[in-house]
């Protein structure tokens, strides 16, 4: 298994890569949400950072965020009970995003 400076570091090169081309969020938010159960705090904040930006994104179409966010639910609840600071003020943040969008799938 990767370290987590070898996780960071590839998730950063995924960051970069949906920033060019915002059609990759799909594939990448997956991998991204999977290592929400990972301990380490750098991770933690990028992963919360991350999910934020991205619900933030206007260069993502909104049906796209809606089937992301419908996927995320679960590992940003994983965020929000984080003792980490940081971890928590980009977790609350990004549910705020998140809640319109899946209200409107309902």
Known sequence: MASAE???AQLKQAELL???DPTHYPTIIPAVLA???QQDRSLRRWIANFLT???ASR???TQIKEDLAT???DPLRTLIEDVDDVVLKSSILCSS???PLLFRRM
């Open 71 to 73: 996927v995320s639910v």
């Open 53 to 55: 930006d991205t619900f």
């Open 97 to 99: 995003l998140i809640y």
């Open 59 to 61: 260069s993502l179409e």
């Open 6 to 8: 070898q996780q960071l």
């Open 35 to 37: 290592l929400t159960v």
């Open 18 to 20: 949906v920033k060019q």
